[in-house]
Each structure stands twice: as C-alpha cells, then as structure tokens.
C-alpha cells in the first residue's frame, strides 16, 4: 500500500504549475500586450483618420454641389445643413469660405510650409485628435489636422502633406 501513495503523489506533483513556470508565462503574456496594445491603439487612431477623411468628403462634395446651384460658396456648413457633423473625435468640422465677409478672413486661411494658401476657394478641416489647430501647417497644433487640401487633390493628416 505504500508503494500506492508513493505513486498518487508522484501523479499529483507532476499536474502542478511550478512557479517558474507561472512567472514564464506571465512574462510572455505581458511581452505579447505590451506589443498589441500599442499596434491595436494605432490601428484604431487610423480608423478614426480615415472616417474623418471620408467626412470630409461628403462636406466637400456638399459645398461644391452649393456651388454649382448658387454660383457662391456658402457662407457656414450650416447653409448647407452640415453644421451639426463632428469628427471621430467629437469636435466641429472647421470650414471657411474665401469668399467671406468676415473681417480678418485673409488671417485664417490655411496655409503649407511656403505659406501658401493650400486651397483656392475654401478651407474645411478637422482639428485631429488635439482638438487644436493654428494656421500654418507647420505649427505643432496642426500637425495632426485631417485636411481637404489642393482644392480635393489630397485629403488625409496634415503630418503627410
């Protein structure tokens, strides 16, 4: 009967976690998070970037189809029923019609690292994940803006334009 106990401990001890072991795999899983939460987070900032594009889109083909209808760009995104829209960061879409009465107007155009103008009839922007923006491209503040730039021809962050 001895020899019987000898051998359920034996089978017992062997189904057991050592601590090594435990401390092994804690260290592997904290490895594989400490790779995927970064890569998941920039997966996600992308997605968001793409949506406030897309947006910037349909508010485009909105003001120019104002356009064509008036022979005027409108005056707010509100003329043309998008002034409600936020981006995928919950912050107003900024628009700006170069045809405006607004005074100072000239001051607030957008402009690339020449500091020229980097549309010809209106500016429309998100301000990015910041929710802060300056006129230039270059500031800091405006480096992550989602921009419709080149009157269409480019639409995506400020950092790659």
Same mark, same amino acid.
């Given at each position: 009967?001895?020899?019987?106990?000898?051998?359920?401990?034996?089978?017992?001890? $062997?189904?057991?976690?050592?601590?090594?072991?435990?401390?092994?795999?804690?260290?592997?899983?904290?490895?594989?998070?400490?790779?995927?939460?970064?890569?998941?987070?920039?997966?996600?900032?992308?997605?968001?970037?793409?949506?406030?594009?897309?947006?910037?889109?349909?508010?485009?083909?909105?003001?120019?189809?104002?356009?064509?209808?008036?022979?005027?760009?409108?005056?707010?995104?509100?003329?043309?029923?998008?002034?409600?829209?936020? =981006?995928?960061?919950?912050?107003?879409?900024?628009?700006?019609?170069?045809? $405006?009465?607004?005074?100072?107007? !000239?001051?607030?155009?957008?402009?690339?690292?020449?500091?020229?103008?980097?549309?010809?009839?209106? =500016?429309?922007?998100?301000?990015?994940?910041?929710?802060? $923006? !300056? $006129?230039?491209?270059?500031? !800091?503040?405006?480096?992550?803006?989602?921009?419709?730039?080149?009157?269409?021809?480019?639409?995506?962050?400020?950092? =790659?334009?």
């Amino acid at each position: 009967m001895s020899s019987r106990r000898l051998h359920y401990k034996d089978r017992y001890r $062997s189904r057991a976690f050592t601590l090594l072991e435990l401390m092994t795999t804690l260290t592997i899983c904290g490895l594989l998070a400490g790779v995927a939460v970064p890569a998941y987070r920039q997966f996600l900032g992308h997605q968001k970037e793409q949506a406030a594009a897309r947006d910037l889109m349909l508010i485009a083909m909105k003001i120019q189809s104002a356009y064509e209808k008036d022979f005027r760009y409108p005056a707010s995104l509100d003329d043309i029923g998008m002034a409600g829209m936020r =981006d995928p960061w919950g912050n107003p879409y900024r628009y700006l019609s170069f045809d $405006s009465d607004i005074p100072g107007i !000239k001051g607030q155009i957008r402009k690339d690292h020449n500091l020229h103008p980097i549309n010809s009839s209106f =500016d429309l922007y998100s301000m990015g994940p910041d929710g802060d $923006s !300056k $006129s230039p491209l270059t500031a !800091k503040a405006s480096r992550d803006d989602i921009l419709w730039a080149r009157d269409g021809a480019f639409i995506g962050p400020a950092s =790659d334009f």
